[in-house]
């Protein structure tokens, strides 16, 4: 699997409103300037991750995007499934009968995707969460964050 721009900027983001004080909307300049992410862009991946229920949008002055669950209610898996990532193998290789190598080689790479596949439906927002603030306190910061 290779993680591309697109998922890379929806994790970010998520993050991101996960890490908001008590849940508070966050506006998409905002989101953006914090993340370095292109606007126009991030407003694209947040609504679709709307339309997936993962995040709310709340209009007026004070709106913007927060998330619609906790973020121990939102998985990797998810918020990449939401963007169009996909989680499949990259070849569809079926390997001939008489190559002992290939169904072995084949098998392999079948659990191993399977084993990312649970991983990413496994690690949750709340995890992710975790390690900035820890990765944070370990730097000595209090607030300021980017993925």
Do not use: C
């Amino acid at each position: 699997m290779k993680l591309t721009t697109r998922g890379h900027y929806s994790v970010k983001a998520l993050l991101d409103l996960s890490l908001q004080p008590k849940n508070k909307p966050a506006s998409v300049k905002a989101i953006a300037q914090r993340q370095d992410i292109p606007a126009p862009y991030l407003e694209k991946l947040l609504i679709e991750m709307r339309r997936a229920g993962l995040v709310e949008s709340m209009r007026g002055v004070q709106g913007g995007y927060k998330l619609a669950r906790s973020p121990a209610q939102i998985s990797l898996g998810q918020i990449l499934e939401s963007v169009g990532e996909t989680i499949k193998p990259l070849r569809h290789h079926m390997p001939t009968p008489t190559q002992a190598e290939d169904w072995v080689t084949f098998t392999l790479w079948q659990r191993l995707h399977q084993k990312l596949k649970e991983a990413l439906y496994t690690i949750t927002l709340a995890d992710l969460y975790y390690d900035a603030r820890s990765w944070q306190a370990a730097q000595g910061e209090a607030t300021s964050f980017v993925v």
